[in-house]
Each structure stands twice: as structure tokens, then as C-alpha cells.
T-cell receptor, first 112, second 114 residues
């Protein structure tokens, strides 16, 4: 157990639907990062939150949004889902000035 | 624009021999480099890191080498063991607070042959 908890582990949904992925960071970590891993692709950075504020944004589609709540857990919302959104979505957290991340085990999203 | 590149998608190595995984980067602002290991159905786990003030960092069977002038780093695993079979990701970031985003390569799948 890495200390970063992601739910659900698996999600199957239809095109056009909306889903919410949840992440609880490791205790004490202020930063949360979301990454997408599609088939045979590396980890693509989506967005980072630090202590409730958006800190950095990557290749995140307009159909996707995220937030970090006062208790530091984060949610990634994916809407108007397309087949190409099928991927593994990883959440990671890091300590203040932390040099590396701790990853959760991911949510596998399948859009049918 | 792939700023961190792992040009070998896969690598097979005999058990007991040395595994060498390579990574190239293009962004000269990168100052800190990490390797992550990923097993199926699990998230990546941190393996070893190196900052740009060093050219080598060792941790047990794992050694990372950094050649800043060539913008190249490599991970050496010796001796290789069956449990090392996994996907290895190279990652990089600038060394400044406020920019902690890691940029990852596409990964190399290492298979250790018993």
C-alpha cells in the first residue's frame, strides 16, 4: 500500500457519459497530480493541485476538470466521454518541496 | 513534443547479467531525474534518482548514470533478477520549488529470462 488511494479501480461506461475519479493523497502530502496512461503511451501529465489550488496544467482536455478539496483529496471529472478516453488514470502525491511522487494503483477507465 | 525519450520499448536480458536502460531528454531546464518501476495492475513505484550535480548514484543493484552534456541517462541493474521484469519509466523535472511536474518517458519493458 503506497498510501495513495484511488477509487474506483475499474470503471466501464458508455460514450457521452460523465465519471468522477477519486484520489486520497498520502498523509501529509499537499500536492496531487493526475496522469493519463493510454495504451503503449507514457504517463501524460494532466493537472497538479497544491493545497487546494491549481498549480500546473498539462494536456488536459476541456471536457476534463479536477479539484482538490480542503481535506486534500482530489477528484478528476471526465465528461462527454469518448472511446479514446479509455486509459489508466493515475493519481500521485508529493510532500512540500518533494522531489518525487508516490503513485496510487490507478483507475482503469473503459469507454464502450 | 516528447521531452523525455526512451527509445527502446522492450529489452530482454538473461538472469544474472547486466540490464541497461537508456533515456534521453531535450529540455535543458531539467535538473533532477528519476526512474520508476511499474508492475501490471499497480502504480509506478520510485526506484532511484539523481540530481544534475552528480554523474552517478548507486543503490544496491541499481545505478543511475547521468551525462549532462549528452542529455542522457541510463539505469544499470546488476545482477538482473526475475523480479526485475517490469516496465521502467524515466522521468525528469526542473529543480525549483513551484514546478514539481514530472515529465515521463514512454517506458521500457524489461524481461529477465531465467
Amino acid at each position: 500500500d503506497s498510501g495513495v488511494t484511488q477509487t474506483p479501480k475499474h470503471l466501464i461506461t458508455a460514450t457521452g457519459q460523465r465519471v468522477t475519479l477519486r484520489c486520497s493523497p498520502r498523509s501529509g502530502d499537499l500536492s496531487v497530480y493526475w496522469y493519463q496512461q493510454s495504451l503503449d503511451q507514457g504517463l501524460q501529465f494532466l493537472i497538479q493541485y497544491y493545497n487546494g489550488e491549481e498549480r500546473a496544467k498539462g494536456n488536459i482536455l476541456e471536457r476534463f476538470s479536477a479539484q482538490q478539496f480542503p481535506d486534500l483529496h482530489s477528484e478528476l471529472n471526465l465528461s462527454s466521454l469518448e472511446l479514446g478516453d479509455s486509459a489508466l488514470y493515475f493519481c500521485a502525491s508529493s510532500a512540500d518541496r518533494g522531489m518525487g511522487y508516490t503513485f496510487g494503483s490507478g483507475t482503469r477507465l473503459t469507454v464502450v | 513534443d516528447q521531452q523525455v525519450k526512451q527509445n527502446s520499448p522492450s529489452l530482454s536480458v538473461q538472469e544474472g547479467r547486466i540490464s541497461i536502460l537508456n533515456c534521453d531528454y531535450t529540455n535543458s531546464m531539467f535538473d533532477y531525474f528519476l526512474w520508476y518501476k511499474k508492475y501490471p495492475a499497480e502504480g509506478p513505484t520510485f526506484l532511484i534518482s539523481i540530481s544534475s550535480i552528480k554523474d552517478k548514484n548507486e543503490d544496491g543493484r541499481f545505478t543511475v548514470f547521468l551525462n549532462k552534456s549528452a542529455k542522457h541517462l541510463s539505469l544499470h541493474i546488476v545482477p538482473s533478477q526475475p523480479g526485475d521484469s517490469a516496465v521502467y519509466f524515466c522521468a525528469a523535472r526542473p529543480f525549483n520549488f513551484g514546478n514539481e511536474k514530472l515529465t515521463f518517458g514512454t517506458g521500457t519493458r524489461l524481461t529477465i529470462i531465467p
